[in-house]
C-alpha cells in the first residue's frame, strides 16, 4: 500500500526533503533540555554555579523556540505532500471512473462510486498528511533517542527496548482485525451514499408515491447500520491504547527500580541527574509509541478506504480504445452490422440478444427501427456507440471496424437525441457548447433556430444564460427535446441516433419537433427508434424488430402490401393514422 502510495508522492521531493530534514533537527533537539537539566542537577546545583543558571535558561528558551520553527515547517511540509498527494489520488480516481465502460457503470450504484471519490478518499487524506508523515516523524524521534539512551546506559535500555517488538506484534494481529472493521464502516458509508443519491435524484417519483416515509426509513436503518458498524471498529480499537499504555507503564516501573537501585549502589553508572535525565528520555520515547498507537486506528480506517480506491483502479474498462486505433473519419456515413451476436450478459453463460444479425443503414438515408418492446431497438443504438463491444461479428462505419477507432472520434461523429433526458444542470449555452464547446456564438444562434428553438430560449428570463436546473428540470418536455436537437445541429454529426419521445406533445410542440427533426435528419444517415406516424412514413426504410432478429424491412408502403408483423402492429397502433401514437408493443 505504502509504496503504491509513494508514487503519487513522486515529484515532491524537494518538499519532501524539507520536512525530513526539520524531522531531523526536531529529533536531535529532543534531547537539549533534558541534558541541560542533567547537568543542572549533576554539576551547577552542586557546585552553586550561579554563572550558569542564564545560560541554561537561555539554552531551554533558544531549544523551545527551535522546536517549534521546525516543528511549524515539519507540518505544513507534510500537510502540503499529503494534500497534493490526495489531489492526485482524487483525480486519478476520478479520470479511472471516467474511462470505465457503460457495462461497469450498469452494475455499480452511482451513489456508491460517488463515496469512494468523497469519503473514501477524505479517508486517506487523514492518513496521507496526518497520518503516514507524523509517523516518519515519530520513527526519527524514537531511533534517535533509543541510540542516545543506549550511550547513556546499554543494561536498562536494552531491556526497555525489549519491550518495544511486543508492542510491534500487537499492532500487527490487531491491525488486519481492525481493518477489515473499518472496511465494514465504509460499505455502510457508501450504502448510505447510493441511498441518498437515489432518493434525491429522483425525488419526484418519491413524492408522486408519497414514499417519504418509507425512504426516511430505509435511511434511517442503513445510518443505524453505520452506526453498529461504527461502534463495533471504536470497541476494537479502544481496547489498543490501554495495551500500549500497559506495557509503557511497566517499562517506568522497571526504569524506577532497576535505575534507583544503580543510582543507590553509588557507583557512578547512575546519578540522580541522569536518573531525571533518563525518565525525560523515557518520555520522549513513549510520546511516538502513543501516538503510534492511536495512529494505528487511523491508518487502518485509511487501509480500508485505500482497498476500496485500488478496488476501483483496478477495474479495467472492457470497452477501451486499442493501441494504435485510428480516428473515424466518415465520408459517406454507410453503417453496417454484419453477423452482430450480443447480450448483456457473459458470453461464456447467456444466451445473446442479437445473434447473427445483419443491418446496412445506408448514407444519407433515414432508417426506421420499430417492434416490440424489448425487442433490442435501443441495443442496436448503444452497440453503434460502441457503448458495448460485440460478441461476435462486426460493426463498422464507411468500412471501418468501431473497434480499431477511437471512441471519442466515433461519438463525435453520432449525434444522440433521445427520450431520456440528457442535460446537465447549467445554462443553455452550456448544454448547446457540451458537443461541441469550440463553437461560435453565430453557430450557436444558427443552431438554436433549426432546431426551433430560439424563440423559447430568447423568452426565457436570462436567455441563453438561463439555468435550467438538474436534467433540464426547468424545461417542458418539448423544449427538452428541442434544446436536444440544437445540440446535435451544433455538434454537425454525419450519422444521427434518435430515439424518439413516446409522450404526447401538443400540436404546436410537436409541428416545431417535427420540423427541428427534418433540419437535422436532412443528409444525414439516421436511426430513429420510431414512435411517431410521420416519422415511420416518411422513413427511408423501416426495419421490423422481433426478440433481436430482423423479420421484416422495406419502405411503409411495401410493409403495409407484405400484411406481415408490421401492418398488425401499425393497424393496432394507428387505427385512424392519429400522429402522436406509437408503433410499439409494451
Ligand atoms: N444495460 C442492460 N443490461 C442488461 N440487460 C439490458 C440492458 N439494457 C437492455 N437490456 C435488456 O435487453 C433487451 C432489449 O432491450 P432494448 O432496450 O434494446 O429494447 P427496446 O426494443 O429498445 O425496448 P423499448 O422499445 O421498450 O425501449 C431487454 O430484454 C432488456 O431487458
Not at 296 to 320: F, G, W
Request: with cysteine; charged share 20%.
Amino acid at each position: 500500500m505504502f509504496s503504491r502510495l509513494f508514487l503519487h508522492v513522486r515529484g515532491q521531493w524537494p518538499l519532501l526533503l524539507a520536512a525530513w530534514a526539520a524531522t531531523g533537527c526536531i529529533a536531535a533537539l529532543q534531547f537539549v533540555i533534558p541534558r541541560l537539566t542533567q547537568y543542572a542537577i549533576d554539576h551547577v546545583i552542586p557546585k552553586s554555579d550561579y554563572n550558569m543558571l542564564l545560560p541554561i535558561a537561555g539554552g531551554v528558551m533558544l531549544t523551545a523556540v527551535l522546536l517549534g520553527v521546525f516543528g511549524y515547517t515539519s507540518s505544513y511540509a507534510f500537510a502540503k505532500v499529503g494534500q497534493r498527494t490526495v489531489l492526485d489520488i482524487r483525480t486519478s480516481l476520478y479520470r479511472h471512473l471516467q474511462s470505465l465502460d457503460m457495462a461497469y457503470f450498469d452494475r455499480k450504484r452511482t451513489g456508491e462510486l460517488m463515496s469512494r471519490v468523497t469519503s473514501d478518499v477524505n479517508q486517506l487524506q487523514q492518513m496521507v498528511s496526518a497520518g503516514t508523515m507524523g509517523i516518519l516523524t515519530d520513527a526519527v524521534t524514537f531511533i534517535a533517542i533509543a541510540c542516545f539512551m543506549l550511550y547513556q546506559n546499554v543494561q536498562l535500555t536494552a531491556v526497555l527496548l525489549a519491550l518495544f517488538p511486543l508492542m510491534l506484534l500487537a499492532a500487527r494481529l490487531y491491525g488486519g482485525k481492525l481493518r477489515s472493521s473499518y472496511r465494514n464502516v465504509q460499505e455502510t458509508v457508501a450504502d448510505m451514499s447510493g441511498q441518498l443519491q437515489d432518493s434525491l435524484s429522483q425525488i419526484r417519483l418519491v413524492k408522486t408515491f408519497a414514499a417519504e416515509e418509507r425512504e426516511n426509513t430505509r435511511f434511517a436503518e442503513l445510518g443505524e447500520a453505520n452506526k453498529e458498524a461504527n461502534l463495533a471498529a471504536t470497541r476494537f480499537s479502544a481496547l489498543f491504547g490501554p495495551a500500549i499504555d500497559l506495557l509503557q507503564y511497566v517499562g517506568m516501573a522497571f526504569v524506577l527500580a532497576f535505575g534507583s537501585w544503580q543510582a543507590m549502589r553509588g557507583n557512578g553508572e547512575m546519578t540522580a541527574g541522569s536518573m531525571v535525565a533518563y525518565l525525560a528520555y523515557l518520555r520522549l520515547l513513549q510520546n511516538p509509541v502513543r501516538r503510534f498507537s492511536r495512529l494505528m486506528s487511523t491508518m487502518q480506517q485509511s487501509a480500508a478506504a485505500y482497498d476500496r480506491i485500488i478496488e476501483t483502479m483496478n477495474t479495467s474498462p472492457q470497452v477501451a480504445d486499442r493501441d494504435g486505433a485510428r480516428e473515424l473519419h466518415v465520408g459517406t456515413g454507410e453503417v453496417v452490422f454484419k453477423e452482430v451476436t450480443f447480450g448483456y450478459g457473459d458470453p461464456s453463460k447467456d444466451s445473446p440478444l442479437l445473434c447473427r444479425f445483419n443491418l446496412v443503414l445506408q448514407p444519407g438515408k433515414t432508417t426506421a427501427l420499430v417492434g416490440s418492446s424489448g425487442a433490442g431497438k435501443s441495443t442496436l443504438a448503444h452497440l453503434l456507440l460502441r457503448y458495448y463491444d460485440v460478441w461476435d461479428g462486426a460493426i463498422s462505419v464507411d468500412g471501418m471496424d468501431l473497434r480499431e477507432v477511437t471512441q471519442a472520434s466515433l461519438r463525435r461523429r453520432i449525434g444522440i437525441v433521445t427520450q431520456e433526458t440528457m442535460l446537465r444542470s447549467g445554462s443553455v449555452r452550456e448544454n448547446l457548447l457540451y458537443g461541441r464547446p469550440e463553437a461560435s456564438e453565430d453557430e450557436l444562434l444558427q443552431a438554436a433556430k433549426a432546431a426551433c428553438a430560439h424563440e423559447f430560449i430568447e423568452a426565457l428570463p436570462s436567455g441563453y444564460d438561463t439555468e435550467i436546473g438538474e436534467r433540464g428540470v426547468r424545461l417542458s418536455g418539448g423544449q427538452k427535446q428541442r434544446l436536444s436537437i440544437a445540440r446535435a445541429l451544433l455538434a454537425n454529426p454525419a450519422i444521427i441516433l434518435l430515439d424518439e419521445a413516446t409522450a404526447s406533445l401538443d400540436t404546436e410542440s410537436e409541428a416545431l419537433i417535427q420540423q427541428a427533426l427534418q433540419t437535422l435528419l436532412h443528409g444525414r444517415t439516421c436511426l430513429v427508434i420510431a414512435h411517431r406516424l410521420s416519422t415511420v412514413r416518411s422513413a427511408d426504410r423501416i426495419v421490423v424488430l422481433e426478440g433481436g432478429r430482423l423479420i421484416e424491412s422495406g419502405n411503409h408502403e411495401e410493409l403495409l402490401e407484405h400484411g406481415g408483423r408490421y401492418r398488425s402492429l401499425y393497424e393496432r397502433q394507428f387505427p385512424q393514422g392519429k400522429q402522436t401514437e406509437i408503433p410499439h408493443e409494451t
